[in-house]
């Protein structure tokens, strides 16, 4: 590694709280013009890493080692020398746009105290001037709205662009960027892609990327470090680390991305012949709506979230959800288990349509559908053991014994592949994908006939996240129930489900099976949102071919 | 979110219910007004005549509908012979100080502000300052120093908190009058020497509720995200105190109207210790010689007065946050994460 051209070089970097070690001994550079990316699962260190570069490590961490910005020493600097530095050398994106800037402040008020900071800019004029430039710089042509809004006023990806924008000002050599496109929209997420691309390339700067998506890596990367616990595992450029990983830990997160292209081949398994199988055509499907609708009612109108929509659903069937964020495809779960009010020309669960029964009768339909959620630390009571939690929905439903609760909790835990020892134990002894088996669990003890997953595995590290959807896909193979797989993420998709419906504004703009919609999309919005998935092969392939090739 | 104008309409029915309880209790209490007016010995005959006097011969539903009017138009009380007027606006007549209750509240009214209005200021000041410091030395002695005065300041009781700083500061060492009230109008020095006994008094005992919801919002605030890309952007820490205390302004100033009013209706305990004759001492009197009107008075005067001041920090809110804005724009939804709760909630 030469270091003539090296912005920034970490060199045997240690980070430690309270004698625990959270980085050991890393090393890195960052080149002018050039993207680094640093790559690791939840916990890996990367963020603590990044953070105790430029000074904002928490309180109690200690740095040891060497961090260099162009030749000059960081590591053991005051809180004071590093502000200054922060001020001009070096610009920060992070992960939530949403929360990146006071709820309570406009932001051109935000660009006043940046800009005075950085640029030493006084008085209304000069700031507003450059304000406009900078927002303008970043893809947001309308700056004179943006700057008068608040926050709460602007998208997602209009926030993450405010947020660079603010990072570039005071012309910074080193922008490090923490996860910026973790919480967008995978067709906003391009977008920030692209902008990112386009100011290193402009400006020359020297990118850290901080990230947990080997698609992200492939699209923009140059420079690749994983770390794993703390430890660099495997580093080297973007295209020798993708084409060729060498260690294990390297490979089996490449390999643990889902991607579009093999789960469509994959697609002709099991469960693609049903239709003809052993299940009798008889029965009614597990889900029949025509023409759901769902308006939410807010001050001065109305929102329709989803607009005449309907599906059908067998038993072992999985039906996919697919979309941007406000498309309404977790309303229409919603509408399914019955918890928002919705109208619909045709509503049945299992041949019974809920609406007109009464109460007590109602409330039967609708327990045989099973819900899991997004986040499973916060969808667990944490005080409660988790065999506790498993049958809290049987003695709800009343009428078992103990021990009957008991047994239908152990073989509940072993359709989610857990050890009937984990009942004793606490949801925060549990990792992120051993909690959601847990809610996966719980969803399925009383025997639903219908599964509604909202997001299960949004939340989890890619290696976990294939193992979650491995386990979702025995349990149905295994108990037959049909489900509902809510997803922004099309190849998490593509891999699992039987039908597809591409929801856009709550309509649905492209509906059917799985490896027809994702392999040839003939509507213009599904073929955007393959495009926009990140891929790591792309830069590869020389950048040419979409996902969907 | 409700509009402006059915909060007012919900302010108006509060203090109608306050005054359907008052007069509710005065039917309940087992006090004859007109049996103290009526004198020793006192026949059935001259009873009656006194009720009628002081108009308490009607049925309750009339009495309360005399009251309502004669807020707009004013009354009379009185037989064919001897007449008392009580004009507009009036609140009734306390036939045993021979003064409209108008005009008791009248007179008594700038002391209670006069106290309101220095604890309030004094107490927020104190209060935030306090907070501030505790939150930014998390764990250190200040902040230890802090959140133990402020226990002991939220357990102490008034009257010992007052009798202390009489005793040491009036009595001990002499620096300051121990009680009286002196108009503003007569000698603003010698007014704010009278009341800064007081103001001191109440400022520890609610300021303790200002420093601890200023501390922990204030850790709270300091963990956001915002607040580490202001850090990230190179703003000092004290821009970043100014951020984080702009964000906590919805809650305080919430606190602060309920404060005021609060203390305007009255402080009986502190009124009392320094011997300022405000509402809450009226109302205290009242209390004790069953001065019916009086009580009705000021009770309803004193709700009059803590609806007003909620009303205000109601209305204040959508200024403070414009997220609570009616009619704003609606919140633009494009982050994951946070999208799903958005929409369905609003």
Known sequence: MSTDDELLALRDLRVTIADRTIVSGLDLSVRAGRVTALVGESGSGKSMTALSTIGLQPRGAQVYGSATLDGAELVGRSAQEMRRLRSGRIGMIFQEPAQSLSPVMKVSRVFRDVLGVREGLRGRAPVEVRTRELLTSVGLPDSARTAASFPHELSGGELQRVVIALALSGDPSLLIADEPTTALDVTVQRGILDLLTRIVEERELGVLLITHDMGVVGEIADDVVVLRDGEVVESGTAKQVLAAPEAPYTQALLSAVPRLSESLERTDGPRAEDPGGTESDSAPPVVRVEGLSVEYYRRGGSHRALDDVGMEIRRGEIHGLVGESGSGKSTWGKALAGLVPAHARTFELEGVDPRGLRAAERRAVFERVGLVFQDPASSLNPRRSVGWSIGEPLQLAGGLSRTEIARRTRDALELVRLPASFVSRLPHELSGGQRQRVSIARALVHEPALLIADEPTSALDVTIQARVIEVLREAIEQTRFACVFISHDLAVVGSLVDQVTVLRQGRAVEQGAAREVLGSPQHEYTRALLESVPDPERRLRGGDGGAAA | ?346
Not at chain 2, 81 to 94: K, Q, R, T, W
Not at chain 2, 129 to 148: M, S
Not at chain 2, 193 to 209: I, M, Y
Not at chain 2, 285 to 303: E, F, K, R
């Open chain 2, 1 to 346: 979110m409700t509009s402006a104008l059915t909060r007012v309409g919900r302010s108006l029915a509060v203090l109608l219910t306050v005054l359907i309880l008052t007069f509710a209790i005065f039917y309940v209490a087992p006090i004859d007004p007109a049996l103290r007016m009526c004198g020793k010995p006192c026949s059935p005959e001259d009873l009656e005549a006194a009720r009628g006097f002081m108009g308490f011969d009607q049925p309750w539903f009339v009495q309360l509908g005399t009251f309502l009017a004669a807020i707009v138009t004013g009354r009379t009380f009185g037989s064919s012979d001897v007449v008392v007027e009580c004009a507009a606006p009036c609140l009734g007549y306390s036939f045993q100080l021979h003064q409209p209750v108008t005009a008791l509240l009248g007179d008594r009214f700038p002391i209670s502000f006069s106290i309101a209005i220095g604890a309030v200021a004094l107490q927020a000041v104190l209060g935030i300052a306090a907070g501030a410091l505790a939150a930014r030395r998390q764990g250190g002695i200040l902040d230890r120093i802090v959140t133990g005065v402020s226990v002991i300041a939220a357990s102490a009781p008034s009257f010992v908190v007052g009798l202390l700083a009489v005793v040491i500061f009036a009595l001990g060492l002499g620096l300051l009058p121990s009680g009286g009230y002196v108009p503003f109008t007569e000698s603003p020095v010698d007014w704010a020497r009278h009341l800064v006994l007081p103001w001191a008094t109440l400022a520890f005992l609610n300021g303790a509720v200002y420093a601890r919801l200023v501390r922990s919002s204030m850790i709270e605030q300091l963990g956001l995200d915002y607040v580490r890309t202001a850090r990230a952007s190179g703003l000092s820490e004290r821009r970043i105190d100014r951020y984080a205390l702009r964000n906590l302004a919805l809650p305080l100033t919430t606190l602060i109207a309920l404060d005021i009013g609060a203390l305007l209706g009255g402080t009986v305990i502190t009124e009392r210790i320094f011997g300022l004759p405000g509402l809450g001492a009226l109302l205290l009197d009242a209390t004790t010689t069953a001065d019916l009107p009086v009580i009705v008075g000021t009770t309803l005067v004193g709700s009059l007065i803590i609806v007003l001041a909620n009303l205000g920090a109601d209305l204040a809110r959508p200024l403070l946050d414009r997220r609570l804005a009616v009619g704003g724009r609606p919140p633009a939804t494009t982050t994951r994460s946070d999208s799903t709760t958005q929409e369905t909630t609003s």
